[in-house]
């Protein structure tokens, strides 16, 4: 058994390898090049995505953790009122900062759930088996490292209760908006109804708090946004050179879409494989978009994607909110 597992880990990593080298390829040879932004968390981007979180220009973890520091009995209230009996799914919980407050009350309260964290990487979920049970003795947690849509399917499998399932930091931003919806969608077609969806969703703004929070002074978001290349170059043996790129986030206060390229300071050629990819001068690559909404705008993805809203929680400053939504 020992070593079936090392080998389909291997095949797994080899299977994953291609297709990042895909994806990448597939993104600089278009006619708008782009990189995607799912490739940014290797072991080095979760640090440096660590350090954003800390920067003060990035509002969003601070006001997401006031709401659950400081509501985290209103939310909770809010749930055990819908359902006594159900599971609590978690949709990348990273370290649970936030969501350990929900963790914490409702064990407090005695209620007897099980908490299944859904993450990608299998390290997150592996952390989270043995740190949890430690924090919260007697908690029972099953973690599900995986794709959220299926890993959602087999806790349905694994147990029948009704699910209150968690979706924060904003990560729904890291989409355009049709494509939140189809996520939305998807999302409920996995759910029953009564089922709850908690969404964090970063709101509109003054343009320049935003921009700022994607613009640090210290420069940590932009060597987060330099170290995908440096994956390229040592994990597809790349040559990109940093230095010929320079990062540029821009925030559109109508669609509420920040987005954030690296541009090309010179014409370049940069190999990749087989492959000899042309940049001219001042030529952009997209590589992350963090969408902002209005109240309006959420209520409008609920309605078209099969929830009816039931209640929000925003920080003092207004500037996040965490919506509960039930599956109708
Ligand atoms: C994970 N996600 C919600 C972050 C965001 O704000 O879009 C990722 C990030 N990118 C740059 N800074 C933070």
Redesign the pocket.
């Known amino acids: 058994p020992f070593l079936t597992d090392h080998y389909t880990r291997l095949k797994n990593r080899q299977a994953a390898r291609e297709e990042f080298y895909r994806d990448v390829i597939h993104g600089l040879t278009a006619s708008s090049k782009s990189l995607s ?1 799912k490739y940014f968390y290797d072991a080095e981007g979760d640090k440096l ?1 660590q350090r ?1 979180m800390q920067c003060p220009e ?1 509002y ?1 973890t601070g006001c997401e953790q006031e709401i659950f520091e400081h509501q985290v009995q209103d939310i909770a209230t809010l749930i055990c009122n819908h359902t006594s009996d159900f599971d609590l799914v978690e949709l990348g919980p990273g370290d649970t900062a936030k969501s350990g407050y929900l963790l914490g009350e409702l064990q407090a309260r005695g209620i007897d759930y099980t908490y299944f964290p859904i993450d990608i990487s299998e390290s997150i979920i592996q952390t989270l088996e043995k740190t949890l049970p430690l924090k919260f003795p007697g908690m029972r947690v099953e973690g599900l490292p995986g794709d959220y849509l299926d890993m959602l399917k087999e806790a349905k499998l694994r147990s029948d209760k009704q699910k209150v399932v968690l979706f924060m ?3 729904i ?2 989409v355009p908006p049709q494509e939140a919806l189809g996520f939305c969608k998807a999302l409920r077609k996995q759910l029953s109804p009564g089922d709850l969806l908690l969404v964090g969703f ?1 709101l509109k703004k003054h343009p320049q708090v935003i921009l700022d ?2 613009n640090d002074k210290a420069g940590i ?1 932009r060597a ?1 946004n330099l170290n995908l290349l440096k994956r390229i170059n040592r994990e597809l043996g790349a040559d990109f050179n940093l230095e010929q790129f320079v990062h540029y986030p821009m925030y559109d206060p109508e669609t509420g879409s920040c987005k ?1 390229y690296l541009v090309s300071q010179r014409e370049q050629r940069v190999h990749i494989g087989p492959h000899a990819i042309h940049f001219a001068q001042g030529e952009p690559m997209f590589m ?1 978009i ?1 969408q902002k909404y209005s109240l309006t705008e959420i209520q409008q993805l609920a309605e078209r994607s099969g929830f009816r809203s039931f209640e929000q929680f925003q920080d003092s400053r207004h500037w996040f909110v965490d919506v509960v939504w039930r599956c109708v």
């Open positions: 932004a995505f954003i990035y969003l930091g904003a990560s931003g890291n970063d929070a994607y978001t987060f954030s992350e963090s």
